[in-house]
Structures are given as structure tokens and as C-alpha cells.
């Protein structure tokens, strides 16, 4: 039997457990601003209007079935998908340097991703994992699973409530050389704080010197910016000058097809004449990984994506629709921050409109975050970050002032 001290009971994921406490509340004005999913107005989820579409239309279909997708999964939508993050005009793709499988939504491209990594990247040397510090969480959990071990590096300033460049730079050139830098291509998540594209380029230098291995974690493409070339530029940056690099593309967000796991690994290796025999090993040895971790992926949230993805008018329409969700939330932005500096509450609060994407990294502390969650029934993570999306026009001002009340 199972012995208690060898299964020691583990901690609630905090999130989850928060969204569960958030539910039991009572109150009338209770607000969520924790988990990172959007929400409209009037703080419902929004089914983007271009998948009601898509939806409706996959539904008429009489020829819609059950059956498997290949391992590899639906090969549409990973093409469109290799388009839609490196550019249908990318030398990686003209050159047959890329190859892709459809995963479980993000959190599947990163296992695949880290779980290939772990076999493949240098097996025989010690091999290090570099996260920004703080990063996603589940980071930490998906590589410790494959065994590889981890360090973190500088990312946000206390101070500026901005990036910690120097800081972040210096311990990437320190890093050993051939670690694996994990970066967020953009909308930093929990911080909001992403490189400037002048900075992106110092970065690429220091990986580049240090022969480290770039892995891309791509969840907020369109969402942050509302624009999709904008929002892939780093990739596109990295790919541009030759890179070696994995990236790991969630749907969840920019779909809001959070639950039907859609998403997408890539692998790109750099040019050269063995680039479409590297390619080929490598996709081999992903097929295998995939079959034995999941067999082959779900098929109906990739269905939704490839028909957007694939045809003009649809795609159109989301561009459209990701301009409704990221436009929304810069609006929130904006009302936040001229509320708080209205309402005099002490520091700065410029932070809130320089940040992007779903989430905001206030500077709170974790004594002010109970105290909102105590005295005004705001729920947010304790580090602080609060998930723009929970805030909307009938909220924003009271949640300003429960600020307010928290810091003074
Ligand atoms: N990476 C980052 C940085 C994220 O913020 C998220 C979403 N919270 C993911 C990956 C993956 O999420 P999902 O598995 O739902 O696509």
C-alpha cells in the first residue's frame, strides 16, 4: 500500500484553489481577477464570434466524424500554423527547416518541447533550464518532470515595475554555455513586461554567443497587441538570424478555445545543407514521444482553428475579434490607471498602461492582496498580478478604490 511518507499530501494548485475560494464567495461585488481567461463587459466568457461560425459550420458537416487524427495530428492546422508564428513568407518554412505537431493547447507544446529537450540537447552533459524570474509557474513543474534541472534569471524590476535588463542580459552571458533559455515571445505572463525590439536583438546576441538554445513559449499571439505580426515579432527576430530553437504555441487565449487544448510544437533548426535531415530525425523522434505520451491529439478544437486559420474571410473576422478582446483590455488599462492617479493613491501607476496582454503586475504586496481579498472581495494571485480581463466598466472603479483603501 501507499505509505503516507511516501505520498505526502501535495499543496492545492494555487490557482485553482483561488478560483474555488472566489466561487464559495457571497458577495454581490466579488471580483476575479485571477485566472487568465478573457471576459467581456459584463465579466462573461466570450465564445469569439468567428468559432460560433466556425463551430456552426463544422456541425452541418455530414461528413464530420470520430475517427483518430494522425499522430502528428491534423495536418492543416499545423501548417497554418507554422504560418501563422514564423510568416507564410518565412525562409524556415520555404527551406523545409520546420516541422510541427498539434499538442495539448500550450501546456502540451511545452512538455513536448521540454520532454524532447531532455532526451536530445547534449544527453550526455549537464544541461541547464533558464527561466525569467517569475515566469508561469507550471514552467517549473513541466521540466522538473523530464528531469532537467532549472535556474532562473532577473526579468522584473521592483523599482520601474519594468524589465530588468542589465539584470536579465548579465545572467544569460553568465549562464553555461548550451543552457536553454526559455522566453515568453510576448505578454509576459504573470508581469506584463516584454524586451522593446531593441532589446529582443541584445538578447539574440547573447544567446547567440553563449550557444544557448532559445524555447519560445507563444500564448497571447494577437491578444496582446491585436496584432499578430507584432505579437510574433521576437520569434520572427530569432528565426531571421538563423537560430536553432523550439517554440510552443498555445490557442487558448486568442481562439478562447481554452478547454478544447488546441495548440502547436515547432521545431526550426538554422540553414544549412543538412537542415531537412535534421528536421526529418527530428520530427521521427517526436512522433514517437507524442505516441506514447498522448497517442495522437483532440481533434475538434484544431477543426475550429484550421478553418479560421485557412480561409480568407474567416481569418478577417478573427483579426477583427482579437482586436474586440485586446482593445477592450487597453481600454481597462487606461481607466485603471486614471482612476488610481484620481484618486491620489500613493506611487506611481504608469505600469498598468505600459504592461501588455492579459495580465498586470500592480506591485501590490502580498499583505495588500489579502486585505482586498478580505475587505473588498477582489480575488488575485498573491504575487500580485491581476488578470486585466476580470476588470470591465461596472468593476473598474470599485476595484480602484479597494486599492486605494489597501495601500493607504
Ligand atoms: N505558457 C504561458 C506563458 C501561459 O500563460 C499559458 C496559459 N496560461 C500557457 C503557456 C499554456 O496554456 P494552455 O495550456 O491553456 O494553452
Not at 120 to 137: A, E, G, I, L, M
Not at 143 to 167: A, E, H, M
Not at 328 to 355: C, F, V, Y
Request: hydrophobic share 40%.
Amino acid at each position: 500500500s501507499f505509505q503516507s511518507d511516501v505520498v505526502p499530501q501535495a499543496p492545492e494548485d494555487p490557482l485553482f484553489g483561488l478560483m474555488a475560494a472566489f466561487r464559495r464567495d457571497t458577495d454581490p461585488n466579488k471580483v476575479d481577477l485571477g485566472i487568465g481567461a478573457y471576459r467581456d463587459d459584463n465579466a462573461k466568457p466570450w465564445v469569439l464570434p468567428v468559432v460560433k461560425r466556425a463551430d456552426e459550420t463544422l456541425r452541418k458537416d455530414p461528413n464530420l466524424n470520430h475517427e483518430y487524427l494522425p499522430i502528428a495530428g491534423l495536418a492543416e492546422f499545423t501548417s497554418a500554423s507554422q504560418k501563422l508564428v514564423l510568416d507564410a513568407d518565412s525562409p524556415a518554412l520555404k527551406e523545409k527547416r520546420a516541422t510541427s505537431l498539434q499538442t495539448i493547447s500550450g501546456t502540451g507544446a511545452v512538455h513536448l518541447g521540454a520532454l524532447f529537450l531532455s532526451k536530445f540537447y547534449h544527453p550526455n552533459t549537464q544541461r541547464t533550464v533558464y527561466f525569467s524570474d517569475p515566469t508561469w509557474p507550471n514552467h517549473f513543474q513541466i521540466f522538473s518532470n523530464v528531469g532537467l534541472p532549472y535556474k532562473t534569471y532577473p526579468y522584473f524590476s521592483k523599482k520601474t515595475k519594468g524589465l530588468d535588463f542589465d539584470g536579465m542580459v548579465s545572467s544569460i552571458e553568465s549562464a553555461e554555455e548550451g543552457s536553454i533559455i526559455v522566453l515568453h515571445a510576448c505578454a509576459h505572463n504573470p508581469t506584463g513586461v516584454d524586451p522593446t525590439q531593441e532589446q529582443w536583438k541584445k538578447i539574440a546576441e547573447v544567446i547567440r554567443a553563449k550557444k544557448h538554445f532559445p524555447f519560445f513559449d507563444t500564448a497571447y499571439q494577437g491578444f496582446a497587441s491585436g496584432d499578430l505580426a507584432r505579437d510574433a515579432w521576437a520569434i520572427r527576430y530569432f528565426i531571421e538570424e538563423g537560430f536553432e530553437l523550439c517554440i510552443a504555441q498555445s490557442y487558448a487565449k486568442n481562439f478562447g478555445l481554452y478547454g478544447e487544448r488546441a495548440g502547436c510544437f515547432h521545431f526550426v533548426t538554422s540553414p544549412g545543407s543538412d537542415a531537412e535531415s535534421t528536421v526529418s530525425r527530428v520530427a521521427s523522434q517526436l512522433a514517437i514521444l507524442q505516441r506514447s505520451e498522448i497517442s495522437n491529439p483532440p481533434a475538434y478544437g484544431a477543426r475550429i482553428a484550421s478553418l479560421v486559420l485557412n480561409d480568407k474571410e474567416l481569418f478577417a473576422e478573427w483579426e477583427a475579434n482579437l482586436k474586440t478582446m485586446s482593445g477592450r483590455i487597453i481600454e481597462m488599462r487606461k481607466a485603471l490607471r486614471s482612476k488610481l492617479e484620481e484618486l491620489g493613491t500613493p506611487g506611481t501607476w504608469n505600469h498598468i498602461t505600459d504592461q501588455i496582454g492579459m495580465f498586470s503586475f500592480t506591485g501590490l504586496s502580498e499583505k495588500q492582496v489579502l486585505k482586498l481579498r478580505e475587505d473588498s472581495h477582489v480575488y488575485m494571485t498573491k504575487n500580485g498580478r491581476i488578470s486585466m480581463a476580470g476588470l470591465n466598466t461596472h468593476n473598474v472603479e470599485y476595484f480602484a478604490k479597494a486599492v486605494d483603501k489597501a495601500v493607504k
